[in-house]
């Protein structure tokens, strides 16, 4: 069993940065892909990026360039660098977990979930 939670977000004007961060509870924090997705009022839960468990990451079109993801396997957390936010950043950011995974944004191959944490971009 394993249960994240994330903390970092918050409120900031268009082109600032946030980083949010999500520590795993449990052991073989290594062995799991970690996944950043998110999700804005009336949308679906769209996958934002992924750093899988042999080191690979994968990003959201929308996000190249502007987020970074990455993980610090000792602290059993994984992080996303938010670079020059945009207005449709906006959303509620979860952070998730797949034991083995592929990195991909699939979310239904994500097993654990945390309760997400609020990033608002405002003009």
């Known amino acids: 069993q394993v249960q994240l939670v994330e903390s970092g977000g918050g409120s900031v004007q268009a082109g600032g940065s946030l980083r949010l961060s999500c520590v795993a509870s449990g052991s073989s924090f290594s062995t799991y892909t970690m996944g950043w997705f998110r999700q804005a009022p009336g949308k679906e839960r769209d996958f934002v990026a992924a750093?899988?468990?042999?080191?690979?990451?994968t990003y959201a079109d929308s996000v190249k360039g502007r987020f970074t993801i990455s993980r610090d396997n000792p602290k059993n957390t994984v992080y996303l660098q938010m670079n020059s936010l945009k207005l449709e950043d906006t959303a509620v950011y979860y952070c998730a977990a797949d034991r083995y995974g592929l990195g991909t944004g699939d979310r239904w191959r994500y097993e654990y979930w945390g309760q997400g944490t609020q990033v608002t971009v405002s003009s």
């Open positions: 750093f899988t468990w042999s080191g690979g990451s």
